[in-house]
């Protein structure tokens, strides 16, 4: 497409497009922000799928929230056409002057040819850049911006590249992640925390998952640690997903207590979960979407980190301790696998002692 000029003006409506997971759509929110604060005339929707949702509806600078729902796949060839016919046909009335593809999905690319916006975003397909669709992503956007190669950026900062792209630079407030839980939210989380004797700034958040298992920390370390936090006077509320496998974890470090602890896996929305850590006195997990909830919440986090990079992934905005290995047979972290040899177990994270996430816990809280 034509490189045009940006006109700041002529932008009525903007759609921003993040078919992600829930941590990265909520990595995404500094962008309406910064957005909005430049250009307050115009209204900023987004896109996402319908799971991920939570992380941006009651945004203050977010218009509409459109989603793709993963179930769609269900209804059968005509029940799936009409459905993405009908989110097509919603957003082309929404007129929008620019997109913001913030990944390489190729969904965007499609979208942004049928939209015909003024001016689209999106990074370049470094995926793709040796291959033979290459010129046709490059052809369905205005305008495109690179991605490191050899070095580690922040999600939030590459996000942030797409308005950079046009000449609009964020300020370090502006760069702050933004999640609002909602007052049914609060008030949910206030009377479960009544019901369990658990006092605001006087518990510590535990979530032990991911609904990757490769980035987990052994249930007896995390019991172990507990215990520990425990003798020092420090309470914890464990929370988890629904999922079968996260119920799983949890009861196993559950059997390695030796007293009840306040357990409220799966009854919790993402608005909830982060309503809850925000009255935590810290939050302690792995490289997670509660973990990026909790540093939104402004809470602070220590995360365990294994094959993901701390430095592409790590807590934002925040005060933190990440832990990770630093001995040298585990030099080839952050790999970016699924456990050592495609094993689901990464032998650099469940070998971290429970001292040194410890004593990050501790030095945290001192600080």
Known sequence: ??????????????????????????????????LKNRLPHAEIDALVYADTCEMLTEHPSVSMVHTIDREWKRLGVVGQVAAEWNLITTLRRRRYDIVFHLTEHPRGAWLTRILRPKISVAPRATGMSEGRNSGWWRASFTHTFPLPRTTFRHTVEQNLDALRRLGIHPTEEEKRL?????????????????????????????????RWFFKTWPPEKFAELIL???????????TAAPSADEREMVAAIKTHLKAPVVDLTGSLSLKELAALTARARAFVGVDSAPMHIAAAMQTPTIAM????????????????RVVSSTRPEHSCRPCGNDGCGGSKVSDCLVTLPVKQVHDAVNELLAG
Do not use: Y
């Open 305 to 320: 980190f294994g094959p993901s990079g701390e430095k592409h992934w790590g807590p934002w905005g925040v005060k933190f």
């Open 228 to 238: 520990q936090l425990g003798r020092q006077g420090d309470r914890v509320v464990l």
């Open 178 to 210: 933004v999640l609002i839980p909602g007052a049914a939210a609060e008030s949910r989380v206030d009377a479960l925390m009544a019901t369990h004797g658990v006092e605001r700034k006087r518990f510590i958040h535990m979530h032990p998952t991911s």
């Open 1 to 34: 497409m034509l490189e045009l000029a940006f006109n700041p003006q002529s932008v009525h409506r903007i759609l921003i497009v993040k078919l992600r997971h829930q941590g990265d759509v909520l990595l995404s929110s500094p962008v309406f922000k910064t």
